[in-house]
């Protein structure tokens, strides 16, 4: 007689299971040493910058790793004492910011009554924006406005400003950027300003 043990098919789907998910314990484990393998040869030679990424506030800590004058690497400050090295989704996309093969280095604009659009340059795209911001200033701007006083009677105010714009900012706008917005915004006489702020 055959002393071959029996396996039945209940045994074997937890044989196989168990070994299964030891598997993928193991090559996780694996993934994470490699990943941070790569990371450390990825690094290796270049020059840490300590900073702060652009975004907002909350002033987390960034270590820039530049090699042969070009950034390599953007990744949490351990040593941050706001931080200590983690990053928000947005933080931790700030290398993109700077290294990008797919930034858009034109602009697109359709004509009005067209029905295809044509790449144009940013200078070109920045001219067409001012002149039609300036335009719909000098247009839309208000200098006085009549209101009701507490007294009842109309009374003349001084507002100074345009409703005719709008500015929105967008998420990968910095601090700086920002700042330099809000200013513009407010010396053109713009009342409806907002910013997403981070994601
Ligand atoms: S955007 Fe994120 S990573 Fe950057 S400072 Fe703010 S919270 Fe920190």
Same mark, same amino acid.
């Given at each position: 007689?055959?002393?071959?043990?029996?396996?039945?098919?209940?045994?074997?789907?937890?044989?196989?299971?168990?070994?299964?998910?030891?598997?993928?314990?193991?090559?996780?484990?694996?993934?994470?040493?490699?990943?941070?393998?790569?990371?450390?040869?990825?690094?290796?030679?270049?020059?840490?910058?300590?900073?702060?990424?652009?975004?907002?506030?909350?002033?987390?800590?960034?270590?820039?790793? +530049?090699?042969?004058? #070009?950034?390599?690497?953007?990744? &949490? %400050?351990?040593?941050?004492?706001?931080?200590?090295? $983690? !990053?928000?989704?947005?933080?931790?996309?700030?290398?993109?910011?700077?290294?990008?093969?797919?930034?858009?280095?034109?602009?697109?604009?359709?004509?009005?009554?067209?029905?295809?659009?044509?790449?144009?340059?940013?200078?070109?795209?920045?001219?067409?924006?001012?002149?039609?911001?300036?335009?719909?200033?000098?247009?839309?701007? +208000?200098?006085?406005? #009549?209101?009701?006083?507490?007294? &009842? %009677?109309?009374?003349?105010?001084?507002?100074?400003? $345009? !409703?005719?714009?709008?500015?929105?900012?967008?998420?990968?706008?910095?601090?700086?950027?920002?700042?330099?917005?809000?200013?513009?915004?407010?010396?053109?006489?713009?009342?409806?300003?907002?910013?997403?702020?981070?994601?």
């Amino acid at each position: 007689m055959s002393s071959t043990p029996r396996v039945s098919r209940r045994d074997f789907l937890k044989l196989t299971a168990g070994g299964f998910a030891v598997g993928g314990v193991v090559s996780l484990v694996d993934l994470q040493s490699t990943h941070a393998r790569v990371q450390t040869l990825k690094i290796a030679d270049a020059k840490e910058y300590p900073s702060v990424c652009p975004y907002c506030a909350v002033g987390c800590g960034t270590l820039i790793s +530049v090699k042969n004058g #070009k950034v390599i690497n953007i990744e &949490g %400050n351990p040593d941050s004492f706001i931080s200590r090295g $983690t !990053l928000c989704p947005k933080g931790a996309a700030t290398f993109q910011l700077t290294v990008n093969p797919l930034r858009s280095t034109k602009a697109l604009y359709r004509k009005p009554g067209a029905t295809d659009w044509e790449a144009i340059d940013l200078n070109t795209a920045m001219d067409m924006i001012a002149e039609r911001v300036k335009k719909t200033r000098e247009e839309t701007f +208000v200098e006085t406005v #009549k209101i009701t006083g507490a007294d &009842g %009677n109309e009374v003349e105010k001084k507002v100074n400003h $345009t !409703l005719g714009i709008f500015s929105l900012g967008g998420a990968t706008m910095d601090n700086e950027w920002n700042y330099a917005q809000l200013k513009l915004m407010r010396g053109l006489g713009v009342a409806a300003i907002e910013n997403q702020a981070r994601i």
